[in-house]
């Protein structure tokens, strides 16, 4: 239970400060309208999230007793936290365009997750694997898990919107980096334990 619950606040504040379409879209709608419009595009994944783990936990639940597909989806979840590691490491800066145009935050919030193929990749081979098997030991895990991930999640985001209407440096400098860069050293932790886990699987 508690494994669930420090993975999905550590999963979650990673998705929330990772660099990305969202994380742009919270800090140009606060930079170029205010505070509130940033709010609304941080409330969307709880919109747009939706149909995307119904989707996830249906095609995972189907292959549950295909080890070997499901070991594939493990190994195929440890590279992309691999990625997402990398990613982290690689940040220098983030480039945010201001425009000026109408808000309508919270339909460009839906509209973008939708698209963006991070959250789908995500529930696939990270979130629901983590789900399923939680569920089989506890009933409440599950619930722990996803619960743990949207408050740090959208709390993350909450919390960048506000500091970036207060001032902008903090995007931009050293503080942002160096968590971005621990955020990196976790999620690689994270990827071995998952190659680790696709491999038993795979050989079982």
């Known amino acids: ?105 919270l339909k460009k919030g839906v509209t973008l997750n939708l698209i963006n193929p991070n959250p789908y990749l995500f529930w696939i081979t990270i979130g629901s694997p983590i789900i399923i098997p939680a569920y089989e030991i506890n009933s409440i895990a599950p619930l722990q898990f996803i619960v743990s991930f949207y408050i740090l999640l959208i709390g993350s985001k909450i919390c960048i919107a506000y500091i970036t209407g207060k001032s902008r440096e903090f995007i931009t400098g050293r503080i942002y980096l160096i968590i971005m860069y621990i955020l990196g050293i976790l999620i690689s932790i994270f990827a071995i334990l998952y190659i680790y886990h696709g491999i038993q699987l795979l050989i079982s």
Do not use: C, W
């Open 1 to 105: 239970m508690i494994d669930i619950l420090i993975t999905g606040t550590l999963l979650g504040i990673y998705a929330g400060l990772s660099p990305g379409p969202m994380l742009v879209l919270v800090i140009s709608q606060t930079l170029k309208h205010d505070f509130k419009e940033g709010l609304k595009v941080a409330f969307t994944p709880l919109i747009s999230d939706i149909p995307i783990i119904i989707i996830s936990l249906i095609i995972i639940t189907f292959l549950d007793g295909y080890k070997s597909i499901l070991g594939l989806i493990f190994l195929l979840g440890g590279i992309y936290l691999i990625y997402l590691a990398y990613e982290s490491f690689k940040i220098r800066q983030l480039n945010i365009e201001i425009e000026l145009e109408e808000p309508k935050s």
